[in-house]
């Protein structure tokens, strides 16, 4: 663990819960683009745990995010007229708790059955398992089927956003940095090595996409109680996707590196907006040229861990 | 009993089109162990080549002949295997020692570069198109069974794409390098083989065989988009794990089995919704049973 990291986790949540006080003398537009920077850092740092750290290649995170998206949005809907007004965190909580749960039950959905596949073979299963999870949000009559669920009330403030993300980098920090976390570094750097010293990989990767899934949960949840509308092709496989660049582009397995890229493709795309019609032909351009410049990721000065697989 | 047999002949038209995609998807893995995520595209590329060509080459050839099919035919099939051959040799080349995690996400920018640069309303534009009738559209009825001429040619087409295949990969010198490259590419290249001619060919080969599916597809469905590769293409490929990546005869399995399944999910009530769910429902439930597919071989791990 990184010495005193505890104590920069504190500084940081004060430090956001004082720039949350002023945050309605910003301007909101600017202010909605630092709470997606919020949600997709806690995307990032809990993809960064399944691919940077487990060495595990997932192209279903936004699958997760659906789930905890949907199931807090229903959550707090069916709620909002039975509590009063004052008590909108606590819903907001629970349905962050509520949601990150069932996103990480889905983990284990996905990690027991797949755990026996590797590299290419277990990234197509996983996009099949987002996809799936799309689809079955496309036909669920409860939730609004393609049309999605609207009306959700706007809980997700700045101060919720960002304090989700440091704790979750923080837990994901903690968790690897731990004596039972060196074991998702010896899966991602040589399963057979790390099984032949008792290491159950297994086990490792199931935890990885486990806690991974909870976050995206999480995540999914504040995206839905920021945006008050869902619907199932937000989270199709170009949001998988995106995590995945992000994660690509921080470096594996680096968390500030992460951060740092979370932060850097929220905004990007936001202004690129000048030039709408060639946004997106301008930003898969800039992932060829990347990929073939700095593939080790853009903040990874040594490229010796996470590079090499 | 006649509507079983409908829907299998309507499966089969479908899980052929898979088939000759999940052809080339299969091809690349065996040579270089990559997925190849930009084939759905040049797929959909080989579709609109096919758009293209229909009206120029109708002023030689009368409209809606044969003759005039094959033409258009061939000749999407050709600038589609040079466009594969392109984009092997500017984005994938440059990149070919470096990790494989790398390559993949290359190929998922290429593939979104081509669908947005083609939705671009100065190149094809966002809004769907109707393909123009290549060849005379008739359809028979055999003792309640409807089959149009579309799908007859589907299946034929494929038919013999795939006997073509099958001759180069077995018989050819290139076939043979291609199967050495893809068995060890260090030994292939001491023995005098040119792995980068080697690699470009089975690029232009496979991207020939999704430009053929692209246009049969469209003849069937007569509507085409810069998005309709998605889908179809990440079928394809589930289509290609399915009968184990990197085994040609698995891929046409795969594809046909994948072809028929959705075919008959789509006709029953209650899944019908679920179709685009099924064919990656079918690849989890296989992978489960058959880690390397159904006619992949399992490997050892070497340490």
């Not at chain 2, 399915?242 to 008959?264: K, Q, R, S, W, Y």
């Not at chain 2, 029953?268 to 058959?290: E, P, T, V, W």
Request: proline residues 3%.
């Amino acid at each position: 663990m990184i010495p005193g990291a505890k104590r920069w986790l504190v500084i940081a949540v004060i430090l956001i819960a004082i720039i949350s006080a002023f945050s309605k003398q910003f301007n909101s537009y600017y202010l909605s683009i630092a709470i997606d920077v919020g949600i997709n850092i806690i995307l990032a740092v809990s993809l960064n745990l399944i691919m940077g750290h487990t060495g595990q290649f997932s192209l279903g995170h936004a699958g997760f995010m659906a789930v905890g998206s949907y199931t807090a949005a229903s959550f707090t809907i069916a709620c909002t007229k039975h509590v009063p007004e004052s008590a909108a965190p606590f819903l907001l909580l629970g349905g962050l708790i509520l949601g990150g749960l069932l996103a990480a039950l889905c983990g284990l959905a996905v990690g027991v059955p797949t755990l026996r596949l590797r590299g290419d073979y277990l990234a197509i299963v996983t996009l099949g398992f987002g996809e799936i999870i799309r689809v079955v949000f496309q036909n669920m009559e409860a939730v609004g089927a393609a049309s999605g669920l609207s009306g959700i009330p706007n809980h997700t403030n700045f101060f919720w956003a960002w304090s989700t993300a440091a704790i979750a980098a923080y837990a994901i920090a903690a968790l690897v940095n731990s004596t039972y976390g060196r074991g998702f570094i010896a899966v991602h750097d040589d399963e057979i090595a790390a099984s032949a010293m008792g290491i159950n990989p297994t086990r490792y990767k199931v935890t990885a996409f486990v806690v991974g899934a909870f976050f995206a949960g999480v995540a999914g949840a504040l995206y839905a109680h920021h945006k008050q509308t869902i619907n199932p092709t937000g989270f199709d496989f170009m949001k998988s996707f995106e995590i995945v660049v992000m994660v690509i582009l921080g470096g594996m397995g680096r968390t500030v590196g992460v951060i740092i890229a979370a932060i850097l493709l929220t905004i990007l795309p936001e202004m690129l907006r000048a030039v709408a019609d060639y946004r997106m032909i301008i930003y898969s351009l800039l992932i060829i040229i990347i990929m073939m410049a700095r593939p080790q990721g853009l903040f990874t000065l040594r490229s010796n861990k996470g590079a090499n697989t | 009993m006649t509507d079983q047999l409908q829907q299998l002949i309507n499966g089969l038209a479908l899980g052929s089109i898979y088939a000759l995609i999940a052809l080339g998807y299969t091809m690349v893995y065996g040579v270089l162990r990559f997925i190849n995520f930009a084939h759905g595209d040049v797929f959909m590329l080989g579709a609109f080549a096919g758009y293209f060509l229909a009206e120029p080459v109708a002023k030689v050839i009368p409209p809606q002949s044969y003759l005039g099919g094959i033409v258009v035919l061939m000749l999407a099939m050709l600038i589609c295997a040079l466009l594969g051959v392109v984009i092997e040799f500017l984005a994938y080349r440059p990149l070919r020692k470096r990790p494989k995690l790398t390559v993949l996400i290359t190929a998922i920018g290429v593939s979104l570069f081509i669908e947005y640069t083609c939705q671009h309303k100065k190149v094809f534009g966002a809004s769907p198109r109707v393909f123009p009738e290549l060849i005379p559209n008739t359809t028979w009825e055999l003792g309640g069974l409807v089959i149009g001429s579309a799908q007859v040619i589907v299946l034929v087409t494929t038919i013999l794409l795939m006997i073509a295949l099958t001759f180069i990969v077995q018989r050819t010198k290139i076939g043979t390098a291609m199967r050495a490259v893809a068995f060890n590419p260090q030994a292939a290249a001491l023995m005098g083989v040119n792995v980068n001619h080697v690699i470009s060919f089975t690029f232009g080969l496979g991207s020939a065989l999704a430009a053929a599916a692209g246009i049969l597809f469209a003849m069937n469905y007569a509507s085409i988009d810069p998005l309709m590769g998605v889908q179809t293409g990440l079928k394809a490929f589930v289509a290609a794990v399915l009968g184990g990546i990197g085994n040609l005869p698995g891929a046409a399995l795969g594809g046909l089995l994948l072809g028929v399944v959705e075919t008959f999910a789509g006709g029953m009530k209650g899944i019908s919704n679920y179709r685009d769910a099924i064919a990656f429902g079918i690849l989890i439930l296989i992978l489960m049973f058959r880690p390397s597919g159904l006619l992949g071989k399992q490997q050892t791990e070497k340490v």
